[in-house]
């Protein structure tokens, strides 16, 4: 199955809506946009709240949590390194592996790929498809590209001096 992420640019809250293969409304991501750290709920078509994904500001990488059901279920982190950005997900012990850079990137559960991300380049704003093997890991993967495509977004920032160009997106609070 494949879900198709566009994210509004130019907006004072960060928004997106998720669409299906067919194109319907799938979830809807809304960020807090004066909180401290970056904070983002995903509700389903019905409006229910069914992912809440958190950032712990105090840490020397960057980490952010996701909760589903009320229950921490993952801690996305990012790893030092130098050669190129590296990303651990803690609670179902997933890795991920690919081009960061490029947001062109997988998820695996051992040696079995759960999703793969791939950033849509010849559109306004960021759009991303992200096609996961099972349904079961639907509301985490989007949750762990949400989590991802922050610390992305904040390296980025701080790489420009911290203003943010073109589009906002959900790294930037917009």
Do not use: C
């Amino acid at each position: 199955m494949k879900l198709y992420l566009k994210q509004k640019v130019f907006s004072w809250k960060d928004k997106s809506n998720v669409k299906d293969e067919l194109g319907n409304d799938k979830y809807y991501i809304e960020g807090k946009v004066l909180s401290v750290g970056k904070k983002l709920t995903v509700y389903d078509a019905q409006q229910n709240e069914v992912a809440f994904i958190r950032q712990k500001v105090v840490t020397f990488m960057p980490k952010f949590f996701v909760e589903i059901g009320g229950e921490q279920v993952a801690e996305i982190t990012k790893k030092l390194s130098f050669l190129k950005p590296k990303y651990v997900v803690n609670g179902p012990d997933w890795t991920v592996q690919g081009n960061f850079t490029a947001h062109d990137y997988s998820l695996y559960d051992g040696e079995k790929e759960i999703a793969g991300i791939h950033k849509k380049w010849m559109s306004w704003g960021d759009a991303f498809e992200i096609e996961i093997a099972s349904e079961k890991d639907e509301v985490l993967v989007l949750a762990v590209v949400l989590a991802i495509d922050a610390v992305m977004d904040a390296s980025d920032n701080a790489a420009a001096g911290g203003i943010a160009g073109g589009a906002a997106s959900f790294g930037s609070n917009g």
